[in-house]
């Protein structure tokens, strides 16, 4: 197995947090996976340790982050079943409100976007 740094670690983890984010921006594609699937992501990803990479993230994108934990962890509550149902999601205020934040998540996340997965970046000092 191919040992990596720590940083190109959390360069990887940015990006997967990019995807989740982005599936979490569409109601519908949060139906196609279902609801415990998305909470399980979720908590496969989150939460992070930013002092092993502090660069990678941003404060503006940290505070996101923990916006969307919190945001997500009010959906997982307020569901108490499994459902594929996209009518469902959309009529749930805890799982809209994550969704609306997820888009705005994302633009914070765009404005340094995605790096590498192979190389480290070089980060101004």
Do not use: C
Request: net charge negative; no cysteine; proline share 2%.
């Amino acid at each position: 197995m191919e040992e990596i740094s720590r940083q190109l670690l959390y360069q990887r983890l940015r990006n997967r947090l990019i995807e989740l984010l982005d599936m979490y921006s569409s109601l519908d594609d949060i139906a196609t996976l279902g609801a415990y699937e998305m909470i399980e992501l979720v908590g496969d990803l989150l939460p992070l340790d930013y002092d092993e990479a502090p660069k990678v993230f941003s404060e503006k994108e940290k505070e996101a982050i923990s916006k969307f934990t919190e945001l997500a962890k009010n959906a997982a509550d307020a569901t108490v079943e499994d459902t594929w149902s996209v009518d469902w999601f959309k009529s749930s205020d805890e799982w809209v409100s994550v969704s609306e934040f997820a888009k705005q998540a994302l633009i914070i996340f765009h404005e340094r976007g995605r790096y590498s997965e192979e190389h480290e970046k070089v980060f101004a000092t």
